[in-house]
């Protein structure tokens, strides 16, 4: 199983890329959780990535690049992963195809998530993320039991920077102008499948195990 989670920001792709591992024993590699983690422990690479996040932007290919190659080498993606918010871009997914060829493999699938944008701007500019244990929930769909307190560890819980409502729309503008042809670069390639990404968490998942059944991917 080796998949790529494709979407505008905002449309679950972590939340269901986490189901997808624990229920079929991939590593899900996210670029996002990476960098953040990054930026967190203060080390060179999160320093150098910190100010395009804060501001919506691309971090340099080269930086994810490097990320992505380091962790498909590691001996837990030798049976697969799931790619979550990589590739970005035309010249990431080149790399990527490149990378994979030069390990004597390719991609399974992409699965493209697909939310309307009134909805993903109400997740992203709702949500509320914990900055000691990072778990995630949302004011109106998710809300903690204690308003603004962490229900795992008690701590106060805080908005994304990049989840203000400035940076979620210079954050979606990006997606339609950087990341938004993969899909047509992927369809192209008969790699793609379309996936409704709207409703309940539960029935995403189930209409994603439904395309990976489809292909025999499970
Ligand atoms: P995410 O959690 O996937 O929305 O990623 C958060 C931020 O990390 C993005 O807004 C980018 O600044 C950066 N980022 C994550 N993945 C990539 C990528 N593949 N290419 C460039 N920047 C990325």
Do not use: W
């Not at 990320?67 to 790619?83: N, S, T």
């Not at 699965?111 to 709702?126: A, Y």
């Not at 990049?162 to 950087?178: C, H, I, M, N």
């Amino acid at each position: 199983m080796r998949l790529v989670l494709l979407g505008a920001p905002g449309v679950g792709k972590g939340t269901q890329a986490d189901q997808l591992s624990a229920r079929f024993g991939r590593p899900k590699i996210s670029t996002g959780d990476i960098l953040r983690e990054a930026v967190r422990n203060e080390t060179t690479l999160g320093l150098e990535a910190k100010a395009c996040m804060d501001e919506g932007k691309l971090v340099p290919d080269s930086i994810v690049v490097g990320i992505v190659r380091d962790k498909l080498g590691e001996p837990a993606c030798a049976r697969g992963f799931l790619l979550d918010g990589f590739p970005r871009t035309v010249p990431q997914a080149e790399e990527l195809g490149r990378m994979l060829e030069g390990r004597g493999s390719r991609l399974d699938r992409v699965v493209n998530v697909m939310v309307p944008r009134e909805e993903v701007v109400k997740r992203l500019t709702g949500r509320r993320s914990c900055p000691k244990c990072q778990a995630v929930f949302h004011v109106d769909f998710a809300p903690p039991a204690r308003a603004g307190s962490c229900d795992r560890c008690g701590a106060a819980l805080v908005q994304r920077t990049d989840d203000k409502r400035e940076t979620v729309e210079a954050r979606l503008k990006v997606y339609e102008e950087q990341t938004a042809p993969l899909i047509h670069y992927y369809r192209q390639k008969a790699l793609l499948s379309d996936v409704d990404g709207s409703g309940r968490v539960e029935d995403v998942q189930r209409r994603l195990v439904e395309v990976l059944e489809a292909h025999r991917l499970t």
